[in-house]
């Protein structure tokens, strides 16, 4: 790791004044903001992150999760995982987002994580992880992609492009896809809301820029609309180990029924994928094959087919096909089935 | 910093007033020795990058002086007792516990948050101390498994571990104690899986997970949070 200055930012205001002077805030940037540590750092001893200077915001008053007037839920960007997973409003009002954060991890990294951090949070993949490797499109523009002629089964199906596969890894993005989270940045040239939808970018041929942050960006608060009334929820998640290990493939999906006989007609529902895509991805091709049908199995599996249809598998993970069509049935099956 | 003058000054582990831990009678230990091979005889190996330019300071002296070029101030309170020390901003609180303090209880696996060796209290909250900067930590309370217990004084999960035998090789012991210590305040249901599940950050390699769930289990049982 080189050394870099640290710095202690003592508002957010400062905190995003101190970071504009940063060429990007994508990859390279050469100022970052550390939270929690637990991505950053990792890439800094990897030395596929090298900031020159780094801005300390753990000082800032960012970790509190509030109920507003409206029926939203302000979560606050330092707000750590653990917490967000058993605040009362999150288990009561948007389980899948705890069960999605409770799946992540281990407990000591849910400790330091952010639920700003956790948005920003860099793939797992190992060409962009190992330096070694002199072709990666994401950490060295136009220098190719090791990962699509590689070992490829932990790579995306969904949003790739032919310079990156990359699979974004959070869980916790994906319930906040689900759930139509929106993001309060605090820039260098003010404030502004950013919906989970338009946040992240596709690779297409700059794979380096994963998301709509320019320096000085800092992002302040997540947002979480109110509940749907009545709906019922679910995060699967299918891995290697039962525990402790990134997403093959993962589903958070929200149901709402009419209450009619035989489960009802869904009147709602909110299909989101994480594990196959190169960014957290809604499904709303899933999500158009449910709403108006019959809440049963050859619906969920239409919806499945629905998500995966536009899916390019790679050499090593044709088989995440199926398995993220099984992951939506059983994830609808398991939430509509809930009293 | 003012109470810091006298107590708070970082000695040398020899003559650390407040040392208590058994010493063998000829003044040599394991790490003493390895320490000594490693300062005069291995010096053309490439050494870590804390060890030549972090530098423990006496508080006083800080005071008067700045920190050695590329090093910062640090003040850390670790087990109840403040230390001041001058550190580059790259020193994991990991490498300072071991390097700069000789808190060598806490141990360093894999460095990169997957093994739990490293694994430390922060405000009673277990972290893994290998993925946060030294410099992030002004002002916390840090917990190490030296602060947990001590021979002749064991937390009662220590002295679990020992019981069932909760271990083989010891390295990932010190990390898996303070997971366990901490599991005992986090919302954990009852069952042997819930306790699967709370220690899956602390991989045992010689694989005495059965026998460190019965450990955790029994101090549970013994006044532990069972919601």
């Known amino acids: 790791m080189i050394d870099f200055q640290i710095v202690t930012a003592e508002s ?6 101190l970071a504009s002077g940063s060429q990007t805030a994508q990859q390279g940037a050469d100022i970052r903001f550390v939270a929690g540590g637990t991505t950053l750092i990792d890439l800094m001893k990897l030395d596929v992150e090298a900031p020159k200077k780094v801005i300390d915001i753990n000082r800032l008053d960012l970790a509190k999760v509030e109920k507003q007037p409206d029926g939203t839920l302000r979560v606050g960007a330092l707000v750590r995982n653990a917490d967000l997973a058993h605040d009362p409003n999150v288990v009561r009002d948007y389980p899948v987002l705890s069960q999605a ?18 948005l920003l949070q860099r793939t797992r993949c190992m060409y962009f992880r190992d330096l070694a490797f002199t072709d990666c499109n994401k950490r060295i523009p136009g220098s190719g992609c090791a990962a699509m002629g590689g070992l490829n089964r932990t790579h995306a199906i969904l949003g790739t492009s032919d310079h990156c ?11 906040m896809m689900a759930l139509e989270a929106v993001v309060h940045v605090n820039g260098a040239s003010g404030e502004r809301d950013i919906p989970l939808a ?54 958070a999906v929200i149901v709402a029924t009419d209450g009619g006989p035989s489960g009802g007609k869904i009147t709602h529902s909110r299909v989101a994928l994480g594990g196959v895509a190169t960014r957290p991805w809604r499904s709303h091709e899933a999500e158009r094959a449910l ?37 939506i049935v059983r994830a609808l099956t398991t939430a509509t089935a809930q009293a | 910093m003012s109470e810091s003058k006298s107590s708070n000054t970082v000695l040398p582990p020899e003559i650390s007033a407040n040392d208590d831990t058994p010493k063998p009678k000829n003044g040599f230990t394991r790490r003493t020795i390895l320490s000594g091979i490693g300062a005069a005889g ?7 990058v804390f060890a030549a330019t972090s530098v423990i300071v006496d508080t006083e002296l800080v005071e008067q002086s700045a920190p050695p070029a590329g090093t910062i101030l640090v003040s850390l309170t670790i087990n109840g007792k403040t230390h001041a020390l001058n550190i580059e901003p790259r ?9 700069n303090l000789d808190l060598t209880g806490t141990k360093k696996g894999c460095d990169h948050g997957q093994c739990g060796a490293c694994t430390v209290h922060i405000n009673g909250r277990r972290v893994n101390s290998c993925l946060t900067f030294a410099a992030m930590h002004r002002g916390d309370e840090i917990t190490t498994i030296e602060g947990i217990g001590q021979p002749g004084n064991l937390h009662a999960m220590q002295a ?6 909760g271990f083989q090789c010891w390295y990932c012991t010190s990390g898996q104690i303070m997971s366990a210590v901490a599991l005992l305040k986090e919302p954990w249901g009852p069952e042997d899986k819930d306790v699967k599940e709370a220690m899956a950050g602390n991989i045992c390699r010689c694989g005495a997970y059965p026998n460190i769930i019965a450990a955790v289990q029994q101090v549970r049982g013994n006044g532990g949070s069972k919601a």
């Not at chain 1, 957010?12 to 004044?17: K, T």
């Not at chain 1, 954060?101 to 956790?118: D, I, P």
């Not at chain 1, 596969?165 to 319930?175: L, Y």
Request: glycine share 4%; proline share 7%; charged share 20%.
């Open chain 1, 101 to 118: 954060l409770l799946s992540g991890a281990s407990a000591q990294l849910r400790n330091m994580a952010t639920t700003g951090g956790n």
């Open chain 1, 165 to 175: 596969i990359a699979t974004h890894p959070s869980d916790m993005a994906v319930a």
């Open chain 2, 160 to 165: 679990a571990f020992i019981e069932h035998d």
């Open chain 2, 91 to 99: 020193v994991t609180l990991l490498d300072c516990l071991r390097e």
């Open chain 1, 12 to 17: 957010p205001s400062q905190a995003a004044q």
């Open chain 1, 291 to 327: 709403d108006g049908k019959p809440a049963n199995e050859a619906h969920f599996r239409a919806a499945a087919e629905a998500a995966l249809r536009d899916a390019k598998p790679q050499s090593g993970n044709k088989y995440k096909i199926e398995l993220a069509k099984r992951c």
């Open chain 1, 198 to 251: 338009d946040f992240y970018l596709l690779p297409g041929t700059t794979p380096q820029n994963e998301n709509v942050l320019k320096p000085g960006d800092l992002i302040t608060y997540v947002t979480l609309p109110a509940p749907i009334p009545n709906a019922k929820s679910h995060y699967l998640k299918l891995r290697d180990r039962a525990s402790y290990e990134f997403a093959l493939a993962s589903a």
């Open chain 2, 42 to 48: 291995i010096a053309v190996t490439a050494s870590p």
